[in-house]
């Protein structure tokens, strides 16, 4: 037995191997750990696609389409002739006619018959080619649905993602002040313990720090809560936070002439899906009223078939049962012709669907106006809010740049026992209640103009 420096070698080896095997698992450990715990950053388009791509409405009206479109299909293929085929085997007990020879029989027999026919409208008041045009415009109404829908998504989303970004620059302004409370706190008690201030100072400062440490944790759970909405408007299942990118331009850009409403109207009215989407309802109403005219006019359709049958009955001179091959070619028949329908009356139904239908029409106008209307409402208020956004903007960040000059004298007086405590707190809140308001007052702006450009027709969003 080999031995090295009192060990035996067999021992040795077999602790460098749990060394190594321990050293492998320890460091794959490390790497799923930092891999589980790196989070995406996530831009707004991110956003904006996972919660398209996940949501559920989102998918229903996908299936709200397909069934619009396979009924402007089958519309289409209604144009086709319609054949149907039939078979029947019967079985006659007791005194029965024979089918073959029309006399009355008292024989158990059994029969066969076998056909097929087809039909093809000819006219019948232009009412398939009606509901053609129908059902395609309904077709191209709910896709401009899923548009709609994707839009408002986009726009929630949006909203979620700038209150985040919000309440983060709350937090990192509460944080701000923290940390000066907290140099204050500081440098108060170096100076009572020096005898320069009052103990009473230092009570003051210590308050002021714990309001800054209550609002911090205030900010924080208001974050958390505005990234629980996000989370919830992206269907992101399995995940309590989120991480969005950082440095963005919260700068809204002002515009010297402001927004005109006329021509904000006159673009957004040709592209909104909303709009688009009741046009074509409008369209698709007035074409489903053709067809409904179309039944009060007569309507006229080719028929032919070809038929056959076997019947237990049927024997040659020999009384023989001819086989079923022989009749089966022997009876057969086959037939073409026109068929005419006039309605006359059929309990004034008809006209009454035509009637419902004048006012399913008119009640699609309307609510094409409705949505006009709608839109105009919206983008009057969206350029309202805009010149009233812009003036609060300049205003808070002149006071904003005030305030931070002010806190930044009251710091220096204060250095040098000019003020006290408590004016100093007083003028570092006003600096902090201003950063705050200039930054919620930059995004709502920021918000406001992007929902301005989308109605403009800027790519605001990518909802492909």
Same mark, same amino acid.
């Given at each position: 037995m080999?031995y090295v ?5 067999d021992?040795v080896?077999?602790q460098?191997?749990?060394m190594n095997?321990r %050293?492998y698992?320890t460091?794959l @450990?490390?790497?799923?750990? #930092?891999?589980?715990?790196a989070?995406?950053t996530w831009?707004?388009?991110?956003c904006v ?5 996940h949501n559920l409405?989102?998918k ?5 389409m397909?069934?619009s479109?396979e009924?402007?299909?089958?519309s289409?293929?209604?144009?086709l002739?319609s054949?149907?085929?039939s078979?029947?085997y019967t079985?006659r007990?007791g ?23 087809a039909?093809l409208?000819i006219?019948r008041g232009?009412q ?5 045009k129908?059902t ?5 109404? +709910?896709?401009?649905d899923?548009?709609q829908?994707?839009f408002?998504?986009a726009?929630?989303?949006?909203s979620?993602?700038?209150?985040i970004k ?7 302004n509460?944080l701000?002040?923290?940390e000066?409370?907290?140099?204050n706190?500081?440098?108060v008690?170096k100076?009572?313990?020096?005898g ?8 003051e400062?210590?308050? *002021?720090l714990?309001?800054?440490?209550f609002?911090?944790t205030?900010?924080r759970?208001?974050l ?6 996000l989370?919830?408007?992206m269907?992101l299942?399995g995940?309590?936070d989120i991480?969005?990118?950082k440095?963005l331009n919260?700068?809204p ?8 409403l006329?021509?904000l109207?006159e673009?957004a009215?040709? #592209?909104?899906p909303?709009v688009?989407s009741?046009e074509y309802?409008?369209t ?8 409904t005219?179309?039944s009060l006019?007569p309507? !006229? ?5 070809i038929g056959? +049958?076997? %019947?237990?009955?049927?024997v040659?001179d020999n009384g023989?049962l001819?086989?079923f091959?022989?009749q089966?070619?022997?009876?057969s028949s086959?037939y073409?012709g026109?068929s !005419?329908?006039i309605?006359?009356s ?5 006209h009454?669907? /035509?009637k419902?239908?004048?006012i399913a029409?008119?009640?699609a106008?309307? *609510?094409?106006e ?5 839109l105009?409402k919206v983008?009057?208020q ?10 609060e ?6 006071r ?6 002010? %806190?930044?004298?009251?710091q220096?007086?204060?250095e ?8 100093l707190?007083?003028?570092?809140n006003?600096?902090g209640?201003a950063?705050?308001?200039n930054?919620q /007052?930059?995004?709502?702006l920021?918000? *406001?103009?992007?929902?301005?450009? @989308?109605?403009?027709?800027?790519p605001? @969003?990518?909802?492909?």
């Amino acid at each position: 037995m080999v031995y090295v420096f009192g060990t035996r070698i067999d021992y040795v080896l077999a602790q460098l191997k749990n060394m190594n095997l321990r %050293f492998y698992i320890t460091t794959l @450990f490390v790497f799923l750990t #930092f891999k589980g715990v790196a989070q995406q950053t996530w831009t707004l388009d991110d956003c904006v696609a996972y919660a398209i791509e996940h949501n559920l409405q989102v998918k229903n009206t996908n299936f709200n389409m397909d069934s619009s479109k396979e009924s402007y299909r089958q519309s289409v293929r209604d144009l086709l002739p319609s054949v149907n085929g039939s078979t029947d085997y019967t079985i006659r007990y007791g005194r029965s006619p024979d089918p073959n020879t029309n006399t009355y029989v008292n024989t158990d027999f059994f029969s066969n018959n076998y056909s097929i026919g087809a039909n093809l409208d000819i006219f019948r008041g232009f009412q398939k080619m009606n509901m053609i045009k129908a059902t395609k415009f309904i077709y191209r109404a +709910s896709e401009e649905d899923i548009d709609q829908e994707k839009f408002m998504l986009a726009f929630r989303v949006m909203s979620a993602f700038y209150d985040i970004k919000y309440y983060e620059g709350l937090l990192a302004n509460s944080l701000e002040q923290q940390e000066l409370s907290q140099a204050n706190y500081d440098l108060v008690e170096k100076q009572v313990e020096l005898g320069l201030k009052a103990g009473s100072d230092l009570y003051e400062a210590e308050s *002021n720090l714990l309001g800054d440490k209550f609002l911090v944790t205030q900010n924080r759970n208001l974050l958390a809560d505005a990234k629980l909405i996000l989370l919830q408007e992206m269907n992101l299942i399995g995940q309590n936070d989120i991480e969005l990118e950082k440095n963005l331009n919260y700068a809204p850009e002002i515009e010297e002439q402001g927004v005109a409403l006329d021509s904000l109207y006159e673009t957004a009215r040709g #592209f909104v899906p909303l709009v688009k989407s009741q046009e074509y309802r409008v369209t698709a109403a007035k074409k489903q009223l053709q067809a409904t005219r179309g039944s009060l006019y007569p309507s !006229l359709s080719l028929i032919a078939g070809i038929g056959t +049958s076997y %019947f237990e009955t049927n024997v040659d001179d020999n009384g023989n049962l001819i086989p079923f091959r022989t009749q089966f070619k022997d009876n057969s028949s086959k037939y073409v012709g026109a068929s !005419l329908n006039i309605p006359i009356s059929n309990g004034w139904s008809n006209h009454s669907r /035509v009637k419902q239908q004048k006012i399913a029409f008119q009640q699609a106008k309307n *609510n094409l106006e409705i949505q006009e209307q709608e839109l105009f409402k919206v983008l009057q208020q969206l350029v309202q809010s805009n010149r009233a956004l812009v003036s609060e903007y300049e205003q808070s960040t002149k006071r904003m740049e005030s305030q931070k000059l002010a %806190f930044t004298i009251a710091q220096k007086r204060y250095e040098r026992g000019l003020i006290n405590a408590l004016e100093l707190f007083q003028a570092k809140n006003l600096f902090g209640v201003a950063q705050n308001e200039n930054l919620q /007052v930059a995004l709502r702006l920021k918000v *406001n103009q992007s929902t301005i450009d @989308f109605y403009n027709g800027l790519p605001i @969003f990518n909802i492909n």
